[in-house]
């Protein structure tokens, strides 16, 4: 692993390298420009029917180039998931009925990525390749999809980024939803993290706190907590709070809200709350699935109040005076489901169609980052992880080798990527992207190839004319399955 230049106060040598931009940029662009650009363009911000529409955030965007020249201490880290967030939720990717100001001045502050994925269709899956910057097939927890029961999790002997930071020196904490496994053997405390406050399940009821199996599911570290009030609201201030405390090391803090997950339960929606509780004590199966519930207001309603928290959240972050030497990182763990909204891409959560693992994705770093970019390089989850432990100078484990490529020295000395494959599987579905080019074989069986820069909804078929390509790219896939474990039978 190379060493990143300035992460520590006395600053190395000058980094060499050109600086360039992206490398499919405006090609790839393209494909969206029709869809998501020119919905945005039309006023994603707007109000009211009537009143005046703010200036999409892509109005002053440029094509991102590197600043090689600045110098920076270790950033601190705050790494923040949306749970199940729709590729085009947010008013700077495209949504015309939802605002979210305080993550497009977000993304207006940094680098918004277009072509950004996430290492899975559901939610622990992605995880477990952001936590290990593995393919999540390479770990028996990482086979569920997602974890459902208490039988499986990630292995606490496992390296986690969480635990290679901590190594390095290191605060690290988790504030948020884990799912990645249950009490008494998994538990974030128990793979590198320092703090944990949140839920161990993949949902819970916003104000019971009840989870799938009915049960209590709010804890501080290994410990039951009670507190009956909004979740989000909740993980919110315990945000604020951890980041303006002292703190005497650099820190990571995985911020991991759960919404706008189902249940569709907004803040005050408690008659609603207090139904789906009356449901699940009675022992009725999928209760919290809410599949009776939700409305595309309601569902508004929700992503704009993770907006307002995450705005809360950045603000503390700005009064602590750390602002410049964080590194802020905010995406979906997976595409969006019912309510959200994709367009352009075809497919939703589960699936491994474009619109169930291309996922909002913008980074901010105002020490090293200039603002106002835009990035079109494809880039998945188990990237970030290589990418971030290299920025801390954290060392890799050996014997768990990471399935992701660094993007440090493209972000900060504005090298090229290098070539690579984008790989993802999930049970009946597998895909993997080389370029512009995009193989997938749905539940259906078809091996099908798809040209994203000219056609990002799937749509155009190419597999008759580019057999050879195919091939390459289907052996491509089943040469890294062959590395990983089996799903079980059954």
């Known amino acids: 692993m190379s060493s990143v230049d300035p992460t520590h106060p006395s600053a190395p040598e000058k980094p060499e390298g050109s600086v360039t931009s992206s490398a499919l940029s405006r090609r790839a662009f393209g494909g969206l420009a029709g869809g998501v650009g020119a919905a945005a363009a039309v006023g994603s911000v707007a109000g009211a029917p009537g009143a005046a529409a703010?200036?999409?955030?892509?109005?002053?965007?440029?094509?991102?180039?590197?600043?090689?020249?600045?110098?920076?201490?270790?950033?601190?880290?705050?790494?923040?998931?949306?749970?199940?967030?729709?590729?085009?939720?947010?008013?700077?990717?495209?949504?015309?009925?939802?605002?979210?100001?305080?993550?497009?001045?977000?993304?207006?502050?940094?680098?918004?990525?277009?072509?950004?994925?996430?290492?899975?269709?559901?939610?622990?899956?992605?995880?477990?390749?952001?936590?290990?910057?593995?393919?999540?097939?390479?770990?028996?927890?990482?086979?569920?999809?997602?974890?459902?029961?208490?039988?499986?999790?990630?292995?606490?002997?496992?390296?986690?980024?969480?635990?290679?930071?901590?190594?390095?020196?290191?605060?690290?904490?988790?504030?948020?939803?884990?799912?990645?496994?249950?009490?008494?053997?998994?538990?974030?405390?128990?793979?590198?993290?320092?703090?944990?406050?949140?839920?161990?399940g993949g949902a819970l009821e916003y104000y019971s706190k009840l989870g799938l199996a009915g049960e209590y599911d709010l804890y501080e570290g290994d410990a039951e907590y009670k507190d009956l009030r909004y979740y989000t609201r909740i993980i919110t201030e315990r945000a604020v709070d951890h980041i303006e405390r002292e703190h005497d090391k650099p820190w990571l803090l995985n911020l991991n809200f759960t919404t706008p997950h189902w249940p569709w339960i907004a803040d005050g929606d408690e008659e609603e709350s207090a139904r789906i509780v009356r449901r699940i004590k009675a022992g009725e199966p999928g209760a919290l699935f809410h599949k009776d519930g939700g409305s595309l207001a309601k569902y508004r309603e929700m992503v704009e109040d993770l907006d307002r928290s995450i705005g809360e959240v950045l603000a503390a972050l700005r009064r602590s005076g750390q602002e410049e030497d964080t590194l802020v990182f905010f995406a979906s763990d997976n595409g969006g489901e019912r309510w959200s909204y994709n367009w352009p891409l075809s497919g939703n959560k589960a699936s491994l169609q474009e619109g169930g693992i291309r996922v909002p994705t913008i980074v901010r770093w105002p020490a090293r980052l200039d603002a106002g970019q835009v990035s079109h390089e494809p880039v998945f989850t188990p990237d970030w992880t290589a990418t971030l432990l290299e920025i801390a100078g954290a060392r890799p484990d050996r014997g768990h080798p990471l399935d992701g490529t660094s993007l440090a020295s493209h972000l900060l000395r504005g090298e090229a990527i290098a070539e690579r494959d984008l790989f993802w599987r999930v049970r009946g579905e597998r895909a993997l992207r080389r370029g512009d080019w995009k193989y997938y074989r749905g539940r259906s069986g078809k091996d099908q190839l798809f040209h994203l820069a000219n056609d990002p909804r799937e749509q155009a078929d190419k597999a008759a004319d580019e057999p050879r390509l195919l091939e390459r790219l289907r052996a491509a896939w089943e040469a890294v399955d062959g590395t990983l474990l089996a799903y079980p039978k059954g």
Do not use: M
């Not at 923040?80 to 497009?104: K, Q």
């Open 54 to 200: 703010a200036e999409p955030p892509q109005a002053r965007e440029r094509a991102f180039r590197a600043a090689p020249d600045r110098r920076s201490r270790r950033p601190n880290i705050l790494f923040i998931l949306g749970d199940d967030l729709g590729w085009a939720d947010l008013s700077s990717y495209g949504s015309t009925h939802i605002r979210t100001p305080h993550l497009d001045r977000l993304a207006r502050q940094g680098v918004r990525f277009t072509q950004a994925y996430a290492g899975s269709a559901t939610c622990s899956p992605t995880r477990f390749s952001l936590y290990t910057g593995r393919f999540p097939g390479r770990t028996k927890g990482g086979l569920a999809e997602p974890i459902a029961d208490r039988s499986v999790g990630l292995d606490p002997n496992h390296p986690t980024l969480a635990s290679l930071l901590r190594t390095a020196g290191y605060d690290t904490a988790l504030i948020g939803k884990w799912h990645c496994g249950y009490l008494p053997d998994y538990s974030p405390t128990k793979s590198g993290w320092d703090t944990f406050f949140g839920n161990f």
